[in-house]
């Protein structure tokens, strides 16, 4: 018997080594990357609000597209894409986001890339939390 627990526990590490990290959740993802200037509940009210511009409200996205939920714009905006075209003074990019693993991604116009699974999951819950909910989706 230790014979076999002395060739089995390695074999256990070895093959736990190997397993894929589980996705962490959007909303820790928000919490740990964005609730500092974005606040707890998403409304531009966290402890950096007042240095400098003020966050927008990630919970009216939509309602400032008239419904509409902008996934690519979001996800560009986030990791930092959009800054070429559209800087936003005091937004950081968070390149981390693009870190692996990728996952296959449908940007809804008939096209499947490989994308960050964090940035995904991060964009997902802030569409979670729209206020009131999209009516229309956009790639």
């Not at 928000?30 to 974005?38: A, E």
Request: one cysteine or more.
């Amino acid at each position: 018997m230790p014979r076999f627990l002395f060739l089995t526990l390695p074999a256990l590490a070895l093959v736990t080594a190997c397993m894929p990290e589980p996705p962490v959740s959007g909303a820790m993802l928000y919490s740990k990357n964005c609730s500092g200037c974005h606040g707890a509940d998403a409304t531009g009210g966290g402890e950096a609000a007042g240095r400098g511009t003020t966050p927008p409200d990630l919970t009216r996205i939509a309602a400032r597209r008239d419904g509409i939920w902008p996934m690519l714009e979001v996800m560009s905006i986030i990791d930092g894409y959009a800054k070429g075209t559209n800087p936003r003074a005091g937004m950081p990019a968070f390149s981390g986001f693009l870190d692996p693993p990728l996952v296959p991604f449908d940007t809804g116009n008939g096209v499947t890339v490989e994308a960050p699974r964090n940035l995904i999951a991060l964009v997902e819950y802030l569409e979670t939390i729209q206020s009131p909910p999209p009516t229309d989706y956009v790639p």
